[in-house]
């Protein structure tokens, strides 16, 4: 009985593993962090994505070359927009990234994203993989640094979310054994812990963070949370000075809406999934997913990006232009943080907080009763103007 089926569904497995296994060596041979400050010129390609992304993504890279105007003068920044990325040219060539735009990305050394269409069971598009995940394993995109800060209230969390591994792994590649039988994979390795971690905590080190704190299921997914919590145990030996402690997801969720316990977290190292599903929850109180930008940073390339979705709607009903920018204008400050403009990023996220929480003296609507995006941007570097 099934014979034959097992047969294939293993024939399957073997193909999966010998595709990890290659990853494992790659990460082996893997370099250190690129260094911007070597390099004569920093390429930042900007994507704009699909539906409403296209719109604001081209607002953030006006108040980024606002910001950079001498060095892109210089020739010591460059951007470059990279088209194509939409569901259309995705679905057309089945294919979560198009081959040319992944060869366009790569010539970059950061990008700046905006939101790309996921299909879904049932909807009218392929079964093509996100290009977010896509993009995060092709680039090697590891770390997923996610920051919620709610200052009144003493929030100050950043998350380290594992970016290229866990059930997102081979997320699509699951295998239906029989018509009743189907199975899904979580993937865990050393190298993609032991590189992750380590991140959380020389980020915990390097800004003065006491506390880093793992978040796995390690007590019932034992062999992959249980690899992932052990090497946190084994790095936190080399930070003495830095508090390690684990918590169980079920818990760590409710621990977030603790308001006596919570403020105490400070840096919190997961797997990718736990990493997801945590990130949405701590974003909503700061104003919701809309208003959190992400980090998705690896050796050689790094992306930046909102976290909200592509509101096709808004385009189909031609209300792109008045499209929120700030999510993704916080993620280009995020990437200028990350190239080496810290003053630059510093004086985008005080703009930032002036126009949407202290002076707000325009409004975004997301349609024609309120401003536009470009209007929003223009206020934005008005305010940046001021700060001088
Ligand atoms: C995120 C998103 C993505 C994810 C989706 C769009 C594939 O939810 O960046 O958190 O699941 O990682
Ligand atoms: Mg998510």
Redesign the pocket.
Known sequence: MYESQIEAAKEKFGKLLEGQLKRVDTMKAQGDFLNYKELDKIIVGVCGGDGIGPAITAQAQRVLEYLLKEDVKAGKVEFKTIDGLTIERRAAEMAAIPPAVLEELKECHVILKGPTTTPRKGDEWPNVESANVAMRKELDLFANVRPVRIPEQGIDWTFYRENTEGSYAVGSQGIHVTEDLGVDFTVVTSQGCERIIRAAFEFAKANGKTRVTAVTKANIIKTTDGKFLDIFREISKDYPDITADDWYIDIMTAKLVDEKRRRDFQVLVLPNLYG?IL??EAAEFQGGVGTAGSANIGKRYSMFEA?HGSAPRMVTEGRDKYADPCSVIRAAAMLLAHIGYNTEADKLYKALDICTITEKKMEITGRDTGCTSAEFADYIMETVEKLD
């Open positions: 997801d990130t949405d976290i």
